[in-house]
C-alpha cells in the first residue's frame, strides 16, 4: 500500500562517466563506476539512510532528515575523491527535503523531481541542496551552507532557491551571506516564442517550458532530428536562457545574424532571432522557432 511521508531525497551520480569509458574501456571503467556506487551506498546505510534505487552510475536514496542526507553526501564525496584508482572520478550530488508517495520500494513525487534537478545543477565535487532542505537542517549544518544560484524546475511555477554544502575545509573562508537574487533586474520582462502554428510565453507567471517532438511538451515541434524533449526554455533572475537536452543540439541565430551552436549545453536569449532543433535554423522552415524578448 502507498505511503505518504516526508523524507530527504538524495541524487548521487559519477561526472563524466562516458567519457571515461571512451577513454579506459570498459574493463577499467566498470570496476571504476562501481568502486563509486559501493562509497555511495555505504554512505547512505551509515547515515540512516535507504537505497531507493541505481540507475546506470546513480544512487537514488532517502533519509529521514535532512541532516542526515547531507552527512551522507559529505562523506561520498570525501571518500570518493580518496580512492587510489587509476582513474580520477567525481561526483556531484542534489537533495531536496519534501513529501513523497512511497509504494513498495520505489518513491514519487514532484519533490523526487526536484531533487534530480538539483543533481543537474551541481558541478564536479559539489553538493546541492534546495532551500527546503536548508530550513530543516540543524544550525550546525546550515552554517556550512551558502546561496548560489535560483533554478525553475519542470512541473512548479515558482523559482527554486540552490543552496552549495561547503564539505571542504578551505571552503570556509569563502563562505558569503545569502543573496537576494529577487533584486536582479533586466529590462525584458517576457520571452515570446512562436513557430507557424504555435505562440507561447515564458514570464513571471510560466518561468520554464519544454520543446520537443514529443506531444507532452509545452512547445511541440516535429522532426526526425529533433529529440523527444529536446531542450528547456527557463527565466532566472529577469534573464531568459535556452538549455539544450537533445542529440543533435540546438542552432541559434540572432537577428544581427550571430550564430551559436548549443548541445548539452545553455545560452541567454537577448533581442529575438530564430532557433533550429537539430538542424541550422531556416527562416522559412515550420520546424523553426521565432523568439523576441519584450519589454
Known amino acids: 500500500?502507498?505511503?505518504?511521508?516526508?523524507?530527504?531525497?538524495?541524487?548521487?551520480?559519477?561526472?563524466?562517466?562516458?567519457?571515461?569509458?571512451?577513454?579506459?574501456?570498459?574493463?577499467?571503467?566498470?570496476?571504476?563506476?562501481?568502486?563509486?556506487?559501493?562509497?555511495?551506498?555505504?554512505?547512505?546505510?551509515?547515515?540512516?539512510?535507504?537505497?531507493?534505487?541505481?540507475?546506470?552510475?546513480?544512487?537514488?536514496?532517502?533519509?529521514?532528515?535532512?541532516?542526515?542526507?547531507?552527512?551522507?553526501?559529505?562523506?561520498?564525496?570525501?571518500?570518493?575523491g580518496a580512492g587510489d584508482d587509476e582513474i580520477q572520478v567525481s561526483i556531484r550530488v542534489g537533495c531536496h527535503f519534501g513529501p513523497v508517495v512511497q509504494?513498495?520500494?520505489?518513491?514519487?513525487?514532484?519533490?523526487?523531481?526536484?531533487?534530480?534537478?538539483?543533481?543537474s545543477q551541481a558541478k564536479s565535487k559539489q553538493i546541492v541542496v534546495s532551500e527546503a532542505s536548508v530550513n530543516n537542517m540543524s544550525s550546525e549544518r546550515?552554517?556550512?551552507?551558502?546561496?548560489?544560484?535560483?533554478?525553475?524546475?519542470?512541473?512548479?511555477?515558482?523559482?527554486?532557491?540552490?543552496?552549495?554544502?561547503?564539505?571542504?575545509?578551505?571552503?570556509a573562508t569563502g563562505m558569503f551571506p545569502k543573496i537576494d537574487w529577487g533584486s536582479s533586474t533586466n529590462n525584458a520582462t517576457r520571452l515570446v516564442l512562436s513557430t507557424s502554428n504555435q505562440e507561447i510565453i515564458v514570464d513571471d507567471r510560466l518561468k520554464g517550458i519544454s520543446i520537443g517532438r514529443a506531444d507532452d511538451n509545452d512547445l511541440v515541434v516535429k522532426g526526425h532530428l529533433i529529440s523527444r524533449m529536446h531542450a528547456r526554455v527557463e527565466m532566472q533572475r529577469g534573464k531568459f536562457f535556452l538549455i539544450d537536452q537533445s542529440t543533435n543540439g540546438t542552432f541559434l541565430e540572432t537577428a544581427q545574424g550571430d550564430q551559436a551552436f548549443v548541445r548539452r549545453d545553455s545560452a541567454q536569449?537577448?533581442?529575438?532571432?530564430?532557433?533550429?532543433?537539430?538542424?541550422?535554423?531556416?527562416?522559412?522552415?515550420?520546424?523553426?522557432?521565432?523568439?523576441?524578448?519584450?519589454?
Open 103 to 119: 509504494d513498495q520500494n520505489d518513491i514519487f513525487g514532484a519533490a523526487v523531481h526536484t531533487a534530480h534537478r538539483l543533481t
Open 1 to 80: 500500500m502507498a505511503q505518504a511521508l516526508e523524507v530527504a531525497i538524495l541524487f548521487a551520480d559519477v561526472v563524466g562517466s562516458t567519457q571515461i569509458y571512451d577513454r579506459f574501456g570498459d574493463d577499467k571503467a566498470s570496476t571504476t563506476v562501481a568502486r563509486c556506487l559501493r562509497v555511495m551506498k555505504d554512505a547512505t546505510t551509515t547515515n540512516n539512510g535507504a537505497v531507493i534505487k541505481t540507475i546506470g552510475d546513480e544512487v537514488m536514496a532517502t533519509f529521514p532528515s535532512a541532516d542526515d542526507a547531507v552527512s551522507a553526501a559529505v562523506q561520498m564525496q570525501k571518500l570518493v
Open 269 to 295: 536569449l537577448t533581442g529575438a532571432g530564430i532557433l533550429g532543433l537539430g538542424s541550422i535554423a531556416e527562416k522559412k522552415s515550420l520546424s523553426t522557432i521565432q523568439y523576441r524578448c519584450d519589454g
Open 142 to 171: 546550515r552554517a556550512q551552507t551558502r546561496q548560489i544560484d535560483i533554478a525553475t524546475v519542470r512541473g512548479r511555477k515558482d523559482e527554486v532557491a540552490l543552496f552549495e554544502v561547503l564539505w571542504q575545509p578551505d571552503e
